[in-house]
């Protein structure tokens, strides 16, 4: 067995029905390439030749009520891959109006936490056309934040994928075994008798943070600070309803912009983000004076030695959105990018990881049921959104012969943060994801229709 890591764990306990933490991504699938032809039986077939090799597909959580520290993971002994993959179609005409209102019924349900805590969905009828006769097919994937973050979500993607449309299946895997209650109790107890020993190096490392934080914003070379967000209208509690959007840009473009003014990827990235949302406020006249404030998650997979599926730190960001300007809002989120990364760069990589090990499930429900109440008082956000750039591989890539047109991620929300836009890289393309909830902003579409906008302002500004 597999114990979850402080961090993974948290997100099972800051779950609830109005609050479902687990991540999606939406492939677009061409089936012309499927080696003799798409049938929803074969690609079942093909899922559950390539899951022999994925053990992360085939753990569920188990715990017992003696136990102490965190769940593990065990190998579920009753895995069936029909519990998991379903298909639907479409009503028509099958457009994107249509996909992202069954996606967002589909990302609104919690996951069965007694199975394994993942889902695909066979979306069939996608624009009009017929899978079998060398059409489209979506196929929504549900993995729950307890067992991926942004990379190793990718990561389990691409082992569902090839650079070839007739590739062989992977060598099977083996899982982690199982485990008594007796077992996890046992185990647990050790952990929790040495966690005042680990205490004792977690706590240098949060006064040194602290102590660089106060030299750098004395010298105003800081992050923007939590709780320095303005309130907007995704800023509120969200229900357990989810609403989806999409869209595809093409990656020259981006690159474009970047070599243009010297920066980064990501920095365009953001610079896209906050003229989408200084529009969408705008337009309904509810644009804030101050900057909105973006929480983006940052890897720290190569910097971290400790255990567990998300390895993550963050950095908060300010977008500019008072700035007019599209050139002159890119250059000033260049500058407050360059420094929120050195600050985040000065803070020990595993510091959110190690504070979280020592939480138990009772500390973060608790928690949660505070900051929930807070929202309902008008407290000002924690930041205004989440913004992650996730990178993805480039070149043809078949999903069990399916060749992908398109990987939309989505990522969860929180109450006082309902909104979450992610981007992937993928096959010349940057693919862009939004999820909220439609009782704080009823239909995404404006804000997915004016990325194409905010890149061609940014793509004028180089002429």
């Given at each position: 067995?597999?114990?979850?890591?402080?961090?993974?764990?948290?997100?099972?306990?800051?779950?609830?029905?109005?609050?479902?933490?687990?991540?999606?991504?939406?492939?677009?699938?061409?089936?012309?390439?499927?080696?003799?032809?798409?049938?929803?039986?074969?690609?079942?077939?093909?899922?559950?030749?390539?899951?022999?090799?994925?053990?992360?597909?085939?753990?569920?959580?188990?715990?017992?009520?003696?136990?102490?520290?965190?769940?593990?993971?065990?190998?579920?002994?009753?895995?069936?891959?029909?519990?998991?993959?379903?298909?639907?179609?479409?009503?028509?005409?099958?457009?994107?109006?249509?996909?992202?209102?069954?996606?967002?019924?589909?990302?609104s349900l919690t996951l069965d936490r007694s199975r394994p805590l993942w889902e695909m969905w066979v979306i069939e009828n996608v624009a009009g056309t017929d899978a079998h006769a060398g059409g489209r097919i979506a196929v929504l994937t549900k993995v729950h934040h307890c067992a991926?973050?942004?990379?190793?979500?990718?990561?389990?993607?691409?082992?569902?994928?090839?650079?070839?449309?007739?590739?062989?299946?992977?060598?099977p895997v083996g899982g982690p075994g199982g485990g008594t209650e007796l077992e996890i109790a046992l185990s647990g107890a050790v952990r929790f008798a040495i966690r005042p020993l680990k205490l004792a190096n977690v706590l240098p490392n949060t006064v040194s943070t602290v102590f660089?934080?106060?030299?750098?914003?004395?010298?105003?070379?800081?992050?923007?600070?939590?709780?320095?967000?303005?309130?907007?209208?995704?800023?509120?509690?969200?229900?357990?309803?989810?609403?989806?959007?999409?869209?595809?840009?093409?990656?020259?473009?981006?690159?474009?912009?970047?070599?243009?003014?010297?920066?980064?990827?990501?920095?365009?990235?953001?610079?896209?983000?906050?003229?989408?949302?200084?529009?969408?406020?705008?337009?309904?006249?509810?644009?804030?004076?101050?900057?909105?404030?973006?929480?983006?998650?940052?890897?720290?997979?190569?910097?971290?030695?400790?255990?567990?599926?998300?390895?993550?730190?963050?950095?908060?960001?300010?977008?500019?959105?008072?700035?007019?300007?599209?050139?002159?809002?890119?250059?000033?989120?260049?500058?407050?990018?360059?420094?929120?990364?050195?600050?985040?760069?000065?803070?020990?990589?595993?510091?959110?990881?190690?504070?979280?090990?020592?939480?138990?499930?009772?500390?973060?429900?608790?928690?949660?049921?505070?900051?929930?109440?807070?929202?309902?008082?008008?407290?000002?956000?924690?930041?205004?959104?989440?913004?992650?750039?996730?990178?993805?591989?480039?070149?043809?890539?078949?999903?069990?012969?399916?060749?992908?047109?398109?990987?939309?991620?989505?990522?969860?929300?929180?109450?006082?943060?309902?909104?979450?836009?992610?981007?992937?890289?993928?096959?010349?393309?940057?693919?862009?994801?939004?999820?909220?909830?439609?009782?704080?902003?009823?239909?995404?579409?404006?804000?997915?229709?004016?990325?194409?906008?905010?890149?061609?302002?940014?793509?004028?500004?180089?002429?």
């Amino acid at each position: 067995m597999q114990r979850l890591s402080g961090l993974d764990a948290s997100f099972l306990y800051l779950e609830t029905a109005d609050q479902p933490l687990h991540v999606c991504s939406i492939l677009e699938l061409d089936t012309a390439t499927m080696p003799g032809g798409y049938t929803f039986d074969r690609l079942r077939d093909g899922l559950g030749l390539c899951i022999k090799a994925m053990p992360e597909f085939r753990e569920r959580l188990a715990d017992s009520k003696f136990n102490l520290d965190h769940p593990v993971w065990v190998e579920d002994n009753d895995f069936d891959v029909n519990r998991h993959l379903h298909r639907i179609g479409l009503p028509a005409p099958g457009g994107r109006a249509e996909l992202a209102e069954i996606c967002g019924h589909i990302a609104s349900l919690t996951l069965d936490r007694s199975r394994p805590l993942w889902e695909m969905w066979v979306i069939e009828n996608v624009a009009g056309t017929d899978a079998h006769a060398g059409g489209r097919i979506a196929v929504l994937t549900k993995v729950h934040h307890c067992a991926v973050d942004g990379v190793t979500g990718a990561n389990l993607m691409s082992k569902l994928c090839t650079t070839e449309p007739d590739a062989p299946p992977p060598e099977p895997v083996g899982g982690p075994g199982g485990g008594t209650e007796l077992e996890i109790a046992l185990s647990g107890a050790v952990r929790f008798a040495i966690r005042p020993l680990k205490l004792a190096n977690v706590l240098p490392n949060t006064v040194s943070t602290v102590f660089d934080t106060v030299r750098r914003a004395r010298n105003g070379r800081t992050m923007a600070p939590p709780f320095a967000a303005p309130k907007t209208t995704f800023n509120a509690n969200v229900t357990g309803r989810r609403n989806v959007a999409f869209a595809q840009l093409d990656l020259e473009d981006i690159k474009t912009v970047k070599n243009h003014f010297g920066v980064k990827v990501n920095d365009v990235v953001m610079a896209l983000v906050s003229g989408v949302l200084r529009t969408f406020l705008l337009e309904r006249g509810e644009l804030p004076e101050s900057s909105l404030v973006a929480m983006v998650p940052v890897s720290v997979h190569d910097k971290s030695d400790r255990p567990g599926r998300n390895q993550v730190s963050g950095m908060f960001s300010r977008l500019e959105t008072s700035i007019e300007d599209p050139a002159a809002r890119l250059r000033a989120i260049a500058e407050a990018n360059s420094v929120a990364k050195q600050h985040s760069s000065a803070i020990s990589a595993t510091l959110l990881q190690d504070w979280t090990q020592f939480a138990a499930p009772a500390v973060f429900g608790a928690a949660m049921r505070v900051y929930a109440s807070s929202r309902l008082s008008g407290a000002r956000p924690v930041h205004n959104l989440v913004i992650s750039n996730v990178p993805g591989p480039q070149g043809p890539l078949y999903m069990l012969g399916c060749e992908v047109k398109a990987m939309y991620p989505l990522g969860p929300i929180f109450h006082g943060s309902g909104l979450n836009m992610t981007v992937m890289s993928l096959s010349g393309n940057l693919d862009v994801g939004i999820m909220s909830c439609p009782e704080l902003v009823p239909d995404l579409w404006d804000m997915a229709d004016a990325f194409d906008v905010a890149l061609r302002e940014l793509l004028d500004a180089t002429r």
